[in-house]
Antibody
Framework: VHLVESGGGLVQPGGSLRLSCAAS????????MTWVRQAPGKGLEWVGR??????????DYAAPVKGRFSISRDDSKNTLYLQMHGLDTEDTAVYYC?????????????WGQGILVTVSS | YELTQAHSVSVALGQTARINCVGN??????VHWYHQKPGQAPVLVIY???YRPSGIPERFSGSSSGNTATLTISRAQAGDEADYYC??????????FGGGTKLTVL
C-alpha cells in the first residue's frame, strides 16, 4: 500500500489549492479514504473522509473546513483529491492522505508521507 | 469531546511504558493509537482498543475502561521513542485526537 501526496505549496490567504493523493498497491475503489493535517509543531487534526461509491460516495468534514474544503475521488485514476478554498493562515499544515477502515468508528491505517501547505502573504 | 494526554512520559530501557488518554467515558468508545517519529508520517500501532496491525510488535498493547485508555509498551526500546496519539470518533462526523505524548526511553 502506497500513498503519495502532491500539489502543496505556498498560497495567499483567501486562495485555493488542490491536493492529490496517488494510491497504489490496493484497490482504491474498495477503500474509504481520509485527509488528516498537522500544523507545524502541533498535533493531528482530522480534515474529512470519503466513502466508497458502493457505500454512497459521500464525504464528511471537520467543522473548521466544512464549506471550504471538498474531498473527491477518481477511482479510475487511483487518485484522491482535496480541494481547498478560502484558505487561511490557520490552514497551514502538512496534509496527509490515509486509507480508512472500520466504518463509523474506524482508524487511519496507511498514511502518505504528507505534503506541506503554507498559507501566507 | 476532548482527549487529554500527558505531554511527556519517560521510561527506562527495557521497562514498561504506559501512555494514558483521558476522555469522558472513553471506555464506551473505540480507541486507536498512532506513533509518529520526527519528520515522519504517523503510523497506526493499535486499532479497535487492542488490535495490532501487522508489523507492530507484541510489546504494544491497548486497553480502555472508564475515563482512561492506555497504550502499554513492554520492554521499551530506544526505537520506541516517538510521539503517541490516541484517537476516537466523538460523533459520526467528528474525529478527536489526543494532544500527543512524547515518549522518551532513558
Amino acid at each position: 500500500v502506497h500513498l503519495v501526496e502532491s500539489g502543496g505549496g505556498l498560497v495567499q490567504p483567501g486562495g485555493s489549492l488542490r491536493l492529490s493523493c496517488a494510491a497504489s498497491g490496493f484497490t482504491l475503489s474498495n477503500t474509504w479514504m481520509t485527509w488528516v493535517r498537522q500544523a507545524p509543531g502541533k498535533g493531528l487534526e482530522w480534515v474529512g473522509r470519503i466513502k466508497t461509491k458502493r457505500d454512497g460516495g459521500t464525504a464528511d468534514y471537520a467543522a473548521p473546513v466544512k464549506g471550504r474544503f471538498s474531498i473527491s475521488r477518481d477511482d479510475s485514476k487511483n487518485t484522491l483529491y482535496l480541494q481547498m478554498h478560502g484558505l487561511d493562515t490557520e490552514d497551514t499544515a502538512v496534509y496527509y492522505c490515509t486509507t480508512y477502515y472500520g466504518d463509523d468508528d474506524g482508524w487511519f491505517d496507511t498514511w502518505g508521507q504528507g505534503i506541506l501547505v503554507t498559507v501566507s502573504s | 469531546y476532548e482527549l487529554t494526554q500527558a505531554h511527556s512520559v519517560s521510561v527506562a530501557l527495557g521497562q514498561t511504558a504506559r501512555i494514558n488518554c483521558v476522555g469522558n467515558n472513553i471506555g464506551s468508545k473505540i480507541v486507536h493509537w498512532y506513533h509518529q517519529k520526527p519528520g515522519q508520517a504517523p503510523v497506526l500501532v493499535i486499532y479497535r482498543d487492542n488490535y495490532r496491525p501487522s508489523g507492530i510488535p507484541e510489546r504494544f498493547s491497548g486497553s480502555s475502561s472508564g475515563n482512561t485508555a492506555t497504550l502499554t509498551i513492554s520492554r521499551a526500546q530506544a526505537g520506541d521513542e516517538a510521539d503517541y496519539y490516541c484517537q476516537v470518533w466523538a460523533s459520526t462526523t467528528a474525529v478527536v485526537f489526543g494532544g500527543g505524548t512524547k515518549l522518551t526511553v532513558l
